[in-house]
């Protein structure tokens, strides 16, 4: 299970912090990723982070803005916005992936969470 929290809503060059609670004996041995989707688009990737956190890489609209992070004694997985933009604005998802190392597709990931909602406004 996966469980985001963090959302909100925050004005254009702020920033803001998600958190991903997972739980299951999946977690430390896979790579976790974060995706978003805006209504009426398809589903984005954001980035990902591989199994011991040595690797990150993201998508090109949130390169050297975003962060990934995560605490595998605590089952936790963080995504660091900064400098918000409008175009930010999105149901952010966190999801754990089917191997270590991850991926940049919505096919490479198993189980998702539900969703927590950020609004970037102007």
């Known amino acids: 299970q996966l469980v985001e929290s963090g959302g909100g809503l925050v004005q254009a060059g702020d920033s803001l912090r998600l958190s991903c609670a997972a739980s299951g004996q999946f977690f430390n041995n896979y790579a976790m990723g974060w995706f978003r989707q805006a209504p009426g688009t398809e589903r984005e990737f954001v980035g990902a982070i591989i199994w011991n956190g040595a690797d990150t890489f993201y998508g090109s609209s949130v390169e050297g803005r975003f962060t990934i992070s995560r605490d595998n004694a605590e089952d936790m997985v963080y995504l660091q916005m900064n400098n918000l933009k409008v175009e930010d604005s999105a149901t952010y998802y966190c999801?754990?992936?089917?191997?270590?190392?991850?991926?940049?597709?919505?096919?490479?990931?198993?189980?998702w969470g539900q969703g927590t909602q950020v609004t970037v406004s102007s």
């Open positions: 999801a754990a992936a089917k191997t270590a190392f991850g991926g940049r597709t919505i096919n490479e990931y198993r189980y």
